[in-house]
């Protein structure tokens, strides 16, 4: 093991040297504490030192409480060698960021023990440092694999075959993982509804919740497809009813969602917008009444900015301050 020894006096510290060459260890050497101290902080520097508590300069105890100060991985184990045996030096030194304490003159028997306890709790605090990066990088796997799923299930592809208009979609989340969405209903080539859906919040239960309330109009509307006595197309006025009344029940009801995490939502068919869910007032009382989004469509030349004669359809949404 390498260790660093630190004394300004040459006897002592021949001493020490001698019995820590004897027991197999790489020995490096400080004459004082401030050469001890700027040792410790090179990128190769001893994972264990062994500083006297009486040197010119800085003392052991400053070199201990500076490297303690100092934010800096792995640890490095202290051992204060010193003649102070009062109960409040050692508690002094202790309470400074040394490990451990050795009183001269020493045991070489009692110095080695002490040695292979330090070595201890270096390997443990190595292999706590190995399985941290190890779940940091099983952590941003899973977070690039679910920004992966998120484009699956949150953002519907936009259609490719309406007639007389091109429509293309994109978002950029703040983080890799939101639960913003938009979905494409395409009717015909002639009538596509659009939704849009705003989770504050991010990461996965942002992205949880996104993707359950993105499944909400696909079955609204299935259901009114289904209980239609006629083979029309439900008006949007039912289909955001039925949702605002799922996503209210199910989402917005009190002590149902963390704050981080409420949902708003626009339905829009040709230019005009049905907010089916705003975000919920802060007040107990006002929650499941959903205060809604202020919404509106605007229609403006693309060829002002692309040099093509397709229209482009543009949403502002203008919210309260809750």
């Known amino acids: 093991m390498k260790i660093l020894i630190a004394d300004d006096d040459v006897i002592p510290r021949l001493f020490l040297q001698t019995a820590l060459v004897k027991a197999g260890h790489e020995v490096v050497i400080a004459h004082d504490g401030a050469e001890a101290w700027q040792l410790l902080q090179r990128a190769a520097a001893s994972r264990l030192a062994i500083l006297d508590w ?33 109960h409040e030096d050692i508690i002094a030194g202790l309470e400074a960021g040394a490990d451990d304490y050795l009183i001269k003159p020493f045991d070489p028997q009692e110095l080695e023990a002490r040695l292979r306890a330090g070595q201890r709790i270096l390997d443990l605090q190595a292999a706590l440092l190995t399985s941290l990066e190890q779940l940091a990088q099983a952590h941003q796997q899973e977070v690039e694999i679910g920004a992966k799923i998120q484009q699956t299930l949150l953002l519907g592809q936009p259609p490719g075959d309406l007639a007389g208009a091109r429509v293309a979609a994109l978002t950029i989340p703040a983080q890799p993982m939101d639960g913003d969405f938009y979905d494409f209903f395409q009717y015909s080539a002639y009538c596509l509804d659009l939704i849009v859906g705003d989770v504050m919040g991010k990461g996965i239960p942002a992205a949880l919740l996104g993707a359950a309330i993105k499944s909400a109009p696909l079955r609204a509307l299935s259901r009114l497809l289904t209980a239609s006595a006629q083979d029309t197309l439900p008006e949007p006025e039912e289909i955001v009813g039925l949702v605002h009344s799922d996503v209210t029940r199910q989402f917005i009801s009190p002590g149902s969602l963390p704050p981080y995490a409420t949902p708003g939502s626009i ?38 900015v692309r040099g093509s004669s397709i229209g482009r359809l543009l949403f502002h949404s203008k919210r309260e301050t809750w």
């Open 54 to 86: 009486l040197m010119p300069g800085l003392d052991g105890v400053e070199v201990c409480r500076k490297v303690r100060q100092w934010d800096h991985a792995p640890y490095v184990y202290l051992i204060l060698l010193t003649s102070k045996d009062q």
């Open 267 to 304: 339905w829009i068919r040709a230019g005009w917008c049905w907010s089916i869910v705003g975000r919920p007032s802060r007040c107990a009382s006002d929650v499941g009444q959903a205060p809604v989004s202020s919404c509106k469509a605007i229609i403006c030349p693309w060829d002002s």
